[in-house]
């Protein structure tokens, strides 16, 4: 019997721009995008709010974020290990994996995560949760998030297994940033095999595999095309479209997903397009 293959098509950074939000909904109208992973403390959130019933279909994530803006928390806790006296978040995501060792660092973080996705939760429903620059997949830190999507009522989580793929496209490999993509993926790999016992263990549900760390800052038509052989029974594709050509990688990012020509590639391979719904 043949496994039925199915992409989830996903966003990430929804809020993060005017510009993003708008590329989410036209991919979502127009193209093939099926899912989209809202940022609480991201600077255009409100205008991602605005358009969410415009987003019909479309399954809507917690996009939680201890990395790039500032905490919701209005009371800033002096000499906090997670951002600075301005409420600016501090760590990269090597910082915050040395940290994720420490008890009171991963009490801030809870209390952040809590307040993200109670916010989120006050203007939609959420099927799934993620994370940006994927700092949920550390796993002391994916133990927390699963305890929490279980307690919020989150049924899906992401885990971020990824099998490297060739695209003939020799400008893709002679960056610096194609071997630190490698990197990446290999230590993601390595937490997936301990968190996906985690999510079992809360009773969460993920996906078997994960396109879009091995060729992150590449996502073009192309890459997408090439990437559709790791197609298991439950994929999801990782986007971050945007709307402005300035933003280059962005911007190829949506052309990739803005019309559905992807459809026929879809169809040839026998994947099927779904959501986290």
Known sequence: MTTKKQLIINADD????????LAILKAAKDGVLTSASLMANAPAFEDAVSILDKLEGISIGVHLNIIEFSTLKENLKHNSLLYDRNGQYKNGFVQILLKSFNEKFLEEVEQDFRLQIEKILEKTKVSHIDSHVHVHAIPAIFRLT????KEYGIKNIRTQFELPYFVPDISKYISSKYP?????????????LINRRCAKEFGLLTNENLIG???????DKKTVEFALKNVKSLTELLLHPSISSEENSRYKEFLAVADTSL????????I????WK
């Open 213 to 219: 760390v091995n060729y992150t800052g590449y996502m």
């Open 272 to 275: 099927t397009a779904v959501s």
């Open 180 to 192: 630190i993509n490698l990197i990446k993926v290999a230590l993601l790999n390595s937490f997936t």
């Open 263 to 270: 459809n026929d590639s879809l169809k040839t391979a026998n």
């Open 14 to 21: 929804f809020g993060i721009s005017k510009s993003a939000n």
């Open 146 to 149: 699963c305890k929490l999507a």
